[in-house]
């Protein structure tokens, strides 16, 4: 009889989400970022957006990015912007390129409903 392996749950989110967490947050530890993030806040931000069901990187997906590079990923910091959107962006910052058509990254992008956005840890 084969036994099942399963993983231990980490994180209290449902269960799609808690690994989408976790990969996030191993990726900011690997480029050596500050992560500001509950597990709670991080899917509420997400919710709050009314995005999250298409969550990924293909081009017509939406992503989560940071306003300032230099502050941690936070509710504070953090926008939910089509990837589109934030591939025009990263060609603002690249140093190859020489035009600099893209714009850098504001708190109007954010594609969730105004009044569903809130900014602090809670």
Same mark, same amino acid.
């Given at each position: ?18 690994? +989408?967490?976790?990969?996030?947050? &191993?990726?900011?530890?690997? $480029? ?11 899917? $509420?931000?997400? +919710? ?29 910091? &953090? ?6 959107? +934030? ?36």
């Amino acid at each position: 009889m084969k036994k099942i392996r399963r993983r231990a749950r980490r994180y209290n989110i449902p269960s799609p989400y808690n690994s +989408q967490y976790a990969r996030a947050i &191993c990726q900011a530890r690997y $480029r050596r970022e500050e992560w500001a993030f509950t597990p709670e806040t991080w899917l $509420r931000h997400w +919710q709050n957006s009314g995005v999250l069901e298409h969550r990924h990187n293909k081009v017509f997906g939406y992503v989560m990015c940071r306003v300032d590079i230099t502050e941690a990923w936070g509710p504070h910091n &953090c926008v939910i912007i089509s990837r589109r959107r +934030q591939l025009n962006s990263i060609l603002s910052r690249s140093p190859r390129n020489k035009n600099k058509k893209g714009k850098p990254v504001t708190f109007e992008d954010d594609v969730t409903p105004k009044h569903m956005i809130n900014r602090s840890f809670t």
